[in-house]
Every structure is written in structure tokens, then in C-alpha cells.
């Protein structure tokens, strides 16, 4: 044995390789996607472990970086994990048949190397914080051994004084692995401390969990992590389309800025002026056909992706640049929003139509559809998708989402939108805009949908 020594930290991991890490995340994600997201909890934990001071940190991995690796060169440093984690950690390589023999060996290792204190931890935890460790090190001073349990009955540290096999030599019995790892520990005649619940991310519930949590948690938002989590919601474009012959080949320019990095869904209502014959002739989109009602045509488009995020858009629609990443900045912060109107009009009227359309959307938290309403999906089922209503879906929905306390934000970026609804002369335009208040007044106060539809009508 060696000088005697303080604080040993071992980092486990695996070398972050596409299609060997974070395979349980698949298919949800890629192969490559688990590698980044790896790689992003790996630098998180870097930025973590700078904030430690007298603690030896080792980092002890698994896997294969090319074909000329042998087995006795455990102590060369993958270039993978050295570009993360720099000179600082010293690099060994995993031992033994499976994972709890591998940490067995890797604890004993650092004991007979004369560290009194030796805490293990996994590189899946994206809420695990220095003090985390600093805390399990203190609490050594007082304990044999320490756990830090995971919320699906794990444990993502495991900390002692003196290692012994018989901590990890846990048969198939009932209980969760923390359990029986707590119980093997107390048999042993070993006191033992707790550190407090942690979630890991080893499943798509998991991935859900946490980006719920970034919206009110700005440490995490920040993260590497948390920015890969954004960055990796994946978006549907749906479109509900009724005779827009004359708008289809402008929604095709708009449309082809978003191919590849959405997943695009028409929805034709049963057009009558070629406007399903001119889609059927594009590529890189879902066409589909439903009964008329823009409700149900977008209720259909909705059930027809996996997509993490909906973004509900009109064929009439200029869309900003950038449209992924102004949606996944907004849903950093809430689980519902919009982009807002603007129109090309210069009329003073129109001005003030677009600034209290998009000032309603703070003041009252109403969206209307030609601003492209944006949620999660899993909260667009909650709520049982649009209402099939001949018309106020999207209001509906906006007093759906409010009563759930749910507060819409708006992107930097507007939607150009037609003015095509507000023809005619100033007068007109004002009294069409009056009227459609007193229509949403109506609703308000339970007037019957179908008396509202049939003024609608003679309003447009």
C-alpha cells in the first residue's frame, strides 16, 4: 500500500460512441443523438467537478477506440474522454465481467493505492452538483459508506471507506438495486448515509422529466445538457388546407426552408380547386385527407406524428428565418406558444390590429391560429386536441391552455399573414374587426356556436 491519502473520486463511464451509449434512448433517438447527449452530460459534470478542491479524480471508461487497443494499456487516455476532461483526471481503463465487478475492482484499486475516502459516480445525472460530492466525502468523516439513490430505484453514487466485494455481489432478489445494495452494506456491519433523490436519464420519460424541469430551472436550461434536450425536439409542421389553389406554390417556398429540419403534414379538407392534385405533385411531406374543418384537419395531422412539438400553421403564412429555433427558444421557458402577427400593410389600422392581436396573447393569454401556435405534443393530447367547433378552435384551445395555468409566450419573430379577411376601406376593416370582437363575446357568454358560425358568415 501506498502513502496514505484523502479524497479519491472515480467517474464511471462509457466511451461516448454512437449505437453503445444511451442505447435505451433508442429509437427515440438516433444513435448519434445518444452520443451527443453523452457527451453534453459529460462536459456538464466537467464544469461540476472544477468547483472540488482536494480531491484525486479518475476517470474509469469502457469501450474500444480503434482496433489497436490492448487490454494492458489501461491507463492511456481515450482522445474522446481527454478532449472533455483535458489532463487533470487520470484515465483508467474498466475491469471484470460486469458492472458491479468493475466497480468493485475500480474501488479497491484506489484503496490499495491509500485513499481512505472513495466516492463512485455515474455520468447520467444532469442535477448531480459538486456539493453532491462534497457532501458524500463530509458525510464519510461520520459513515462507513454512503448512497446517493436515483428516482427509478437506483443509485447514482455510492461512496466508502473501505471497499468489499460483498457490497456488490447482489443476487436477483426482491427489491431495487438500492435497496439491496443498502441492505448489503447494513449486513456487513457498516453504518451508511443517504444524499437526497436524483433522477438519471436512461428513458424518453426521463428525457420528458427534465425538459419539463428546464422551464424552471435557468442552471439547467444553461447546461450543455439542457441546451442539447432543446436543441433535440423534434417539430411537426401541420397545415390544414380547403381551396388554396392560388396560395399553394408560395406554401411550397415557405415549406421548403423547413425540409430536414421539420416534419412537414398538409392536411386537404376536400378541395375542390385543385389544390390536392398540385400537392400530390410535391415531395418531402405527409399529404393527407380528412372531412372539412379545420379542427378536424388538424386533430388528423396531430395523431399522424410522434413529433415532440406541433406547430400549427395557415397555407396563407410568411414564415420568419430560423422558425426551429425561435419555437424550441420560446418552449425553453413555457409548454405553449406563438409567433405573432405582422402584416405587410403600411395602414395605420392594420398597425394596430397586429399590436393587439400580439399584445393579447401576454395580456389575456389568447393565441388565434394566424399567429402559428406552438405546443408540446403530449400537451396538445391532455387537452383532447382542438375542439370540433365550425370555427373558435383556436380560441377554445387558448382558454383551455389558460385554465391549465399555462402562460403562452411570444417568439421574437413575427408571421407575415394575408390580409385577405379585412377587404375594403378603412370602415370596413374597422367595423369587420369590431364585429368579430362582439362574435368572440358572444362565445364567451355561451351563445350556440352554430348562430355564431352563420354570423361569421355574413361578417366575412
Not at 330 to 359: K, Y
Request: hydrophobic residues 35%; positive net charge; contains cysteine.
Amino acid at each position: 500500500m501506498r502513502g496514505r491519502r484523502d479524497c479519491g473520486l472515480i467517474l464511471f463511464t462509457r466511451l461516448p460512441a454512437a449505437g453503445r451509449t444511451k442505447t435505451r434512448l433508442m429509437p427515440y433517438f438516433s444513435g448519434e443523438q445518444c452520443r451527443e447527449l453523452h457527451i453534453a452530460m459529460l462536459k456538464d459534470l466537467r464544469e461540476s467537478l472544477k468547483k472540488l478542491k482536494g480531491v484525486d479524480s479518475y476517470l474509469y471508461f469502457l469501450g474500444e477506440e480503434g482496433e489497436d487497443r490492448k487490454k494492458e494499456d489501461r491507463k492511456r487516455a481515450p482522445e474522446s474522454l481527454k478532449r472533455i476532461f483535458g489532463s487533470s483526471f487520470r484515465y483508467r481503463r474498466q475491469r471484470g465481467e460486469n458492472l458491479f465487478e468493475r466497480m468493485a475492482l475500480s474501488m479497491e484499486e484506489l484503496s490499495e493505492e491509500g485513499y481512505r475516502r472513495i466516492v463512485l459516480i455515474g455520468t447520467d445525472i444532469p442535477e448531480l452538483r459538486a456539493n453532491d460530492i462534497r457532501l458524500a466525502f463530509q458525510l464519510l468523516s461520520e459513515s462507513d459508506a454512503v448512497l446517493g439513490p436515483t428516482e427509478d430505484g437506483g443509485y447514482y453514487l455510492i461512496g466508502v471507506r473501505q471497499p468489499g466485494r460483498e457490497l456488490f455481489l447482489l443476487d436477483s432478489g426482491e427489491g431495487s438495486v438500492f435497496s439491496r445494495t443498502k441492505a448489503a452494506i447494513l449486513q456487513s456491519g457498516r453504518t451508511v448515509s443517504l444524499l437526497r433523490h436524483c433522477r438519471d436519464i436512461d428513458t424518453k420519460e426521463d428525457i420528458a422529466v427534465y425538459r419539463e424541469r428546464i422551464r424552471s430551472e435557468p442552471v439547467l436550461r444553461r447546461s450543455c445538457c439542457g441546451s442539447f434536450l432543446l436543441e433535440s425536439l423534434s417539430i411537426a409542421v401541420i397545415v390544414p388546407l380547403y381551396n388554396e389553389r392560388k396560395t399553394i406554390d408560395r406554401l411550397k417556398r415557405e415549406l421548403g426552408a423547413l425540409k430536414g429540419s421539420c416534419e412537414l403534414i398538409l392536411v386537404d379538407g376536400g378541395s375542390t380547386d385543385g389544390t390536392w392534385e398540385e400537392l400530390r405533385k410535391g415531395k418531402g411531406w405527409m399529404l393527407l385527407r380528412s372531412e372539412k374543418g379545420r379542427a378536424r384537419q388538424m386533430n388528423l395531422g396531430a395523431e399522424k406524428t410522434s413529433a415532440d412539438v406541433l406547430f400549427f400553421l395557415h397555407s396563407d403564412s410568411e414564415l420568419p428565418p430560423d422558425v426551429p429555433g425561435e419555437i424550441r427558444r420560446v418552449l425553453a421557458r413555457t409548454s405553449a406558444g406563438c409567433f405573432g402577427i405582422a402584416f405587410h400593410s403600411a395602414s395605420p389600422l392594420m398597425r394596430i390590429c397586429q399590436f393587439i392581436s400580439n399584445h393579447r396573447v401576454y395580456d389575456r393569454r389568447v393565441m388565434f391560429g394566424d399567429q402559428g401556435i406552438f405546443l408540446y405534443r403530449t400537451l396538445f393530447e391532455e387537452l383532447g386536441g382542438f375542439p370540433l367547433l365550425p370555427l373558435m378552435e383556436d380560441y377554445q384551445l387558448s382558454l383551455n391552455l389558460k385554465e391549465r395555468g399555462i402562460c403562452p409566450l411570444l417568439c421574437k419573430r413575427r408571421i407575415y399573414t394575408s390580409e385577405r379577411r379585412f377587404r375594403g376601406d378603412f370602415f370596413r376593416r374597422l367595423r369587420l374587426m369590431w364585429q368579430m370582437n362582439r362574435l368572440r363575446k358572444r362565445y364567451r357568454d355561451g351563445v350556440d356556436i352554430r348562430e355564431i358560425a352563420e354570423r361569421y358568415r355574413d361578417v366575412r
